[in-house]
């Protein structure tokens, strides 16, 4: 079964300084790979997807990640810290290929993000 | 286009109590999940469906039901709620059409609390 590790239950930086989550997967067969972040009292939005095509992914409000399979990591990044950034960042997998099982979602236990003024 | 809808938003239960946690969606999504969350557990699947008529279980599928009679909907029910089910309760919803990495939308979450 596929598995995801967020290193980090906590991050805080200060406003405008490098934001760095860690994710790691377990898996023989690189999985699709995705980053969602969830604001206090909100649903879940997707962030960015790794889709196998480029291993380093551009997302939304300035975030990327960079897919390495010899690491089996998948660590999302910003250069430069905004207040708005502060908000819980979930790391997950699911498995390549069709049939239901595939298209569920793993999550990692998720990465709270503080930005500090 | 609401994209996908949960009602209601909060809930308060006692012990032994049932109710449905309702989640419907207007994308004419094939594929259908309810996850829980719980603090520095993540998100963990209950249940899903594939389709209309087709369900099975997730990872917690414990003191829950579903059913998927339409492709809109996609309730969960609780028949004897415990105070362990205390939880965020997410839906979830994605077509299978395309590509496996086609993106899952979340619906707001129902926050339920059990006395």
């Known amino acids: 079964a596929q598995s995801v590790t967020q290193l980090g239950s906590h991050v805080s930086v200060s406003e405008g300084a490098l934001v760095l989550l860690r994710c790691n997967y377990s898996s023989s067969v690189p999985p699709y790979l995705f980053w969602y972040v969830q604001y206090p009292n909100q649903g879940l939005q997707l962030l960015l997807k790794?889709?196998?095509?480029?291993?380093l992914v551009k997302g939304i409000n300035g975030f990327e990640a960079e897919f390495k399979k010899s690491e089996t990591s998948f660590h999302l990044t910003k250069p430069s810290a905004h207040m708005s950034d502060a908000a819980e960042y979930f790391c997950a997998v699911s498995d390549r290929g069709s049939g239901g099982s595939n298209y569920k979602l793993t999550f990692g236990k998720g990465t709270l993000l503080t930005v500090n003024p | 286009n609401a994209g996908v809808t949960q009602t209601p938003k909060f809930q308060v239960l006692k012990t032994g109590q049932s109710m449905t946690l309702q989640c419907a969606q207007d994308?004419?999504?094939?594929?259908m999940s309810w996850y829980r969350q719980d603090p520095g557990m993540g998100l963990r699947l209950i249940h899903y469906?594939?389709?209309?008529?087709?369900?099975d279980q997730g990872e917690v599928p414990n003191g829950y039901n579903v059913s998927r009679s339409t492709t809109e909907d996609f309730p969960l029910r609780l028949l004897s709620a415990a105070p362990s089910q205390t939880s965020v309760y997410f839906c979830a919803s994605r077509t299978i059409a395309g590509r496996s990495t086609d993106t899952q939308y979340f619906g707001p979450g129902t926050r339920l609390t059990v006395l």
């Open positions: 994308m004419n999504h094939e594929y």
């Open positions: 790794y889709t196998s095509a480029a291993t």
């Open positions: 469906s594939v389709g209309a008529g087709i369900t």
